[in-house]
C-alpha cells in the first residue's frame, strides 16, 4: 500500500486515530494535511489513553515518521505542549517534520473565533473555538503568517503589524473587546522559533521522495467529509477540506501519486457542534450510543449527538472521495440492540431522495427512510475473524457494503488496538 489515505465519512469522530495507528505499524510516513488542533485522535495501547490533536497518529510507531504538512493550520503552543506531553510519556518525537508552508494560528484567531460564535447567537457553529475559521480566512486573504516567517524576525514583526492592526480595530470597534499586543505576541511567537525549527523542512519535496522511493506514506485526514467546506453541510462545517481531494494540496503531490483510498465510518453516526443530521435520535437509543459509545468530543468533551448508520451519506463520502475501502468501527456497540435500523434515503419537502442533496433547505428537512435489519445481541469484542461473527453481524456488513459499492476490508469490534477483523 504505498500512498494510502485514511479519512473520515461522516462527520468526524469515526474512529481515524486508531485506524491510523493500525496501519502506521508498517508505514514509513505518515502525514496531516488540513485541519489543525481542533482534531482529537484517540489511540488505546493497553491501559494507556493518547489523545492526539495535531501530531500526526503515527507518532507512536517509531519507525514512521510523522509529517505535518503545508495544508495543517498550526497553533504553536499547542503543538509545543502536545510534543512535551508525548516526551513525558516516553514517546519519541524527535522524527517529527513540519512544513514550512504551514499557516500559523494566532492568539488573535481563537479570540476572534470565540467572539464570532458568541454573536452568532442560536445559529452557532459549535466551533472548537481553536482559531481555526479565522486563521484559514487569514490565509485566503493573503493575511496568514507561516511557520517560515518565526525564523525571520522583521518579516514576522511587519505581518503581525499588519494583521494586528485590522484585527484590533475588529476586536474593539465590533465586539467590544480590549487590543491584544503586538509585543506580546511577537515575543511569545519568536520564542517559539527555536523550539520548533529543528523540525521545520520542505514537506512537499520530503513526501515526494518517498513515494519515489516506493515507501509507504500514510496520509492521515482529520474531522470527516461532511464537514468539508465545499462538498459539507456547509456553514456547518469546517474550515477545510478533510476530503481525498485536500491530501493533494494539503502536501503538495499530484493525483496520480495515490494509491489507496480508505474511508472510516462508524457503525453508526455521531456529529458535535450544530447544523443538520437526517438519523439523529432524541431518544433512549441515542442516549445508549452516547454512553456505550463513549461518544463526547475529544477536544472539547461535548457530548456528539447520534442517530443510525445513514448510507445515503456514506455512499456520498465514497463518491466525493473515490473510496476504495472502509474500515468500519464500533460494531460492537450495536450488539446492544435487538434490531438494527440503516438509512437507505431520505423524504423532504414531499420528495424523495437517494443521493445526499445538494440544498440546504432540503438538508434541513430530510426524514430518514429506515430498513430494519435482525440484531444479534451477543458479545463480539473477541472475535477476530469475520467467519466468527454472528449471521447477523455478518449480513449487517455484507449489506452495507452492497448499498455503497465498497468492500467493508477492516471491522474494529473494541478500542484495543488487536480488537479488529482484518478482511483483506
Ligand atoms: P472548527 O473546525 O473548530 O471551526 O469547527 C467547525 C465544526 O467542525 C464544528 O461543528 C466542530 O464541532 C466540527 N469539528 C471540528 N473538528 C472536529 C473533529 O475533529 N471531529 C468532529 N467534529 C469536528
Given at each position: ?103 500559523l ?43 517560515q ?19 484590533n480595530?475588529l ?6 473587546q ?33 513515494l ?18 465545499d ?21 503538495g503531490i ?11 465510518s ?72 435487538e434490531?438494527?435500523?440503516v ?14 442533496p ?7 428537512n430530510c ?20 467467519e ?11 449489506y ?21 477483523l482484518?478482511?483483506?
Open positions: 500500500m504505498p500512498a494510502t489515505i485514511v479519512l473520515g465519512a461522516q462527520w468526524g469522530d469515526e474512529g481515524k486515530g486508531r485506524v491510523t495507528d493500525y496501519f502506521s505499524e508498517s508505514a514509513d510516513y505518515v502525514v496531516r494535511f488540513q485541519g489543525g488542533n481542533n482534531a482529537g485522535h484517540t489511540i488505546v495501547i493497553g491501559d494507556e489513553h493518547f489523545a492526539l490533536s495535531l501530531i500526526p497518529s503515527g507518532v507512536m510507531n517509531p519507525s514512521a515518521i510523522p509529517v505535518i504538512a503545508n495544508g495543517v493550520l498550526i497553533d504553536p503552543k499547542a503543538l509545543l505542549a502536545e510534543l512535551e506531553m508525548l516526551e513525558l510519556r516516553g514517546v519519541n518525537t524527535s522524527q517529527l517534520q513540519i512544513s514550512s508552508n504551514a499557516h494560528i494566532m492568539p488573535y484567531h481563537r479570540k476572534i473565533d470565540a467572539m464570532i460564535e458568541r454573536y452568532l447567537g442560536g445559529n452557532q457553529i459549535g466551533t472548537t473555538k481553536r482559531g481555526i475559521g479565522p486563521a484559514a480566512t487569514d490565509k485566503y486573504s493573503r493575511n496568514g503568517i507561516r511557520v516567517d518565526l525564523f525571520d524576525p522583521k518579516i514576522f514583526q511587519d505581518k503581525l503589524d499588519t494583521a494586528l492592526e485590522e484585527k480595530r476586536l474593539t470597534r465590533v465586539y467590544n480590549l487590543p491584544m499586543s503586538a509585543e506580546e505576541i511577537a515575543e511569545e511567537y519568536l520564542g517559539y522559533a527555536e523550539q520548533l525549527l529543528p523540525f521545520v523542512t520542505d514537506t512537499s519535496l520530503l513526501v515526494w521522495q518517498a519515489r522511493d516506493e515507501k509507504f506514506v500514510l496520509f492521515e485526514g482529520a474531522q470527516g467529509t461532511l464537514l468539508d467546506i462538498h459539507g453541510t456547509y456553514p456547518f462545517v469546517t474550515s477545510s477540506n478533510p476530503t481525498a481531494g485536500g491530501v493533494l494540496t494539503g502536501t499530484g493525483p496520480k501519486a495515490i494509491d489507496r483510498v480508505i474511508g472510516v462508524k457503525a453508526y453516526i455521531t456529529r458535535v457542534g450544530t447544523g443538520p443530521f437526517p438519523t439523529e435520535l432524541h431518544d433512549a437509543i441515542g442516549d445508549k450510543f452516547i454512553d456505550l459509545g463513549r461518544e463526547y468530543g475529544v477536544v472539547t468533551g461535548r457530548r456528539r449527538r447520534a442517530g443510525w448508520l445513514d448510507l445515503v451519506a456514506l455512499r456520498y463520502a465514497v463518491r466525493l472521495n473515490s473510496l476504495t475501502d472502509i474500515f468500519l468501527t464500533k460494531l460492537d456497540i450495536l450488539s446492544a440492540f434490531e438494527i435500523k438509512c437507505i434515503g431520505y423524504t423532504s419537502l414531499g420528495e424523495t431522495y437517494e443521493e445526499f445538494r440544498q440546504q433547505r432540503v438538508l434541513y426524514q430518514p427512510i429506515y430498513e430494519t435489519l435482525p440484531g444479534w445481541n451477543v458479545d463480539i469484542t473477541g472475535v477476530r475473524d469475520f466468527d461473527l454472528p449471521k447477523e453481524a455478518q449480513q449487517y456488513i455484507e452495507v457494503e452492497e448499498r455503497v459499492y465498497t468492500p467493508v476490508r477492516w471491522v474494529s469490534v473494541g478500542p484495543e488496538r488487536q480488537q479488529l482484518d478482511r483483506s
